[in-house]
């Protein structure tokens, strides 16, 4: 059984550098965003990934994640996942022995730039980056499946 145990930060937009490689552009949508549960497709590069996430509790919850075709992936994100899709651009950044995933948002969610850091258990101590700013690990409008419902750009308070 996988479970997925991390927080999650907006970043201080003029603090943020993205490093010298470029990052991964992501392009994701929803089959399903129960509450209960959640069923992302998702397509990086070359690859597709079906991923099937429970509810979250704190900061965990279940994940299970399957590589699937990236032709695949397209159909699916193209005629079977409402918009709009979540498009972002991932860089990975190390800091303090951990490795940070910094999402910098494009099409309905521009703007927004979120840091998330994957631990070993909920209560690890984590050094958080000078560039990271206020948690919102616990408010659901930063999960990504919150964010195609209800994207960014249409927050009243967003800006």
Known sequence: MAIEIERKFLVKHDMWRPDAAAGKRFRQGYLSTEAAHVVRVRAV???????????????????F?????????????????????????????????????????????????????????????VKLPPWVGLEVSDDPRYFNSNLARLPYTRWPDAH
């Not at 991923?51 to 900061?59: E, F, M, P, R």
């Not at 972002?88 to 490795?99: L, Q």
């Open 45 to 63: 590069g070359d690859q597709g990934f079906l991923t099937i996430k429970g509810a979250t509790v704190g900061i965990e919850r279940l994940e």
């Open 65 to 125: 994640e399957y590589p699937i075709p990236v032709a695949d992936a397209d159909v699916m994100l193209d005629r079977l996942c409402p918009a709009p899709l979540i498009e972002k651009v991932r860089h990975r950044v190390a800091f303090d022995g951990r490795v940070w995933e910094v999402d910098v948002f494009e099409g309905e969610n521009a703007g927004l730039v979120l840091a998330e850091v994957e631990l070993p258990a909920a209560n690890a101590v």
